[in-house]
């Protein structure tokens, strides 16, 4: 698979987002920025994945956890 590469700041927006410290709809134009592009990275490791993969409820907080197992193993 192809590695995860997260910048600081969408590691920050991960974060606030998990701890309810911001949502979608009312985070800043910047934050959206990032957790758009958060979006992004997942969507497209989800590509790696059989189309019946089932990733949970929560997108940002899987790709957050295949990132942290990433960086676990490196």
Same mark, same amino acid.
């Given at each position: 698979?192809?590695?995860?590469?997260?910048?600081?700041?969408?590691?920050?927006?991960?974060?606030?987002?998990?701890?309810?410290?911001?949502?979608?709809?009312?985070a800043?134009?910047?934050?959206?920025?990032?957790?758009?592009?958060?979006?992004?990275?997942?969507? #497209?490791?989800?590509?790696?994945?059989?189309?019946?993969y089932?990733?949970?409820?929560?997108?940002?907080?899987?790709?957050?956890?295949?990132y942290?197992?990433?960086? #676990?193993?490196?």
């Open positions: 698979m192809k590695r995860i590469e997260l910048t600081p700041e969408e590691i920050a927006v991960i974060k606030q987002q998990l701890d309810g410290e911001i949502e979608v709809w009312s800043t134009d910047e934050q959206q920025k990032h957790l758009t592009n958060v979006i992004d990275k997942a969507e #497209a490791r989800l590509e790696e994945y059989p189309d019946d089932d990733f949970g409820d929560d997108l940002i907080a899987w790709i957050w956890s295949e942290q197992a990433q960086e #676990a193993n490196a």
